[in-house]
């Protein structure tokens, strides 16, 4: 019965680590515009695909987690 309770919670975890990681991703998006006018626009396009498929990464182990019974 623990086991299951701290899988659910881990997951939640790791849901809720992957949603603050998007929010990361988000602000440098809001970024982009100047990487793009002092052209290291490249930089910024690399961090923002890492951060959305680290977030993409824990929102699906913690959803996995959650849901295995």
């Known amino acids: 019965m623990v086991d299951a309770e701290e ?3 881990k997951g939640a975890s790791l849901m ?9 991703a ?5 970024f982009l ?3 793009v006018r002092l052209g290291h626009q490249g930089g910024f396009e690399a961090l923002l ?3 959305f498929v680290a977030g993409v990464v824990l929102l699906g182990s913690g959803w996995r987690m959650r849901r295995a019974k």
Do not use: D, H, N, S
Not at 26 to 30: A, E, G, I, N, Q
């Open 7 to 9: 899988r659910q919670e």
């Open 16 to 24: 809720f680590i992957g949603v603050v990681v998007w929010v990361a």
């Open 26 to 30: 988000f602000l440098v998006l809001f």
């Open 33 to 35: 515009p100047a990487g």
């Open 49 to 51: 695909m890492a951060l």
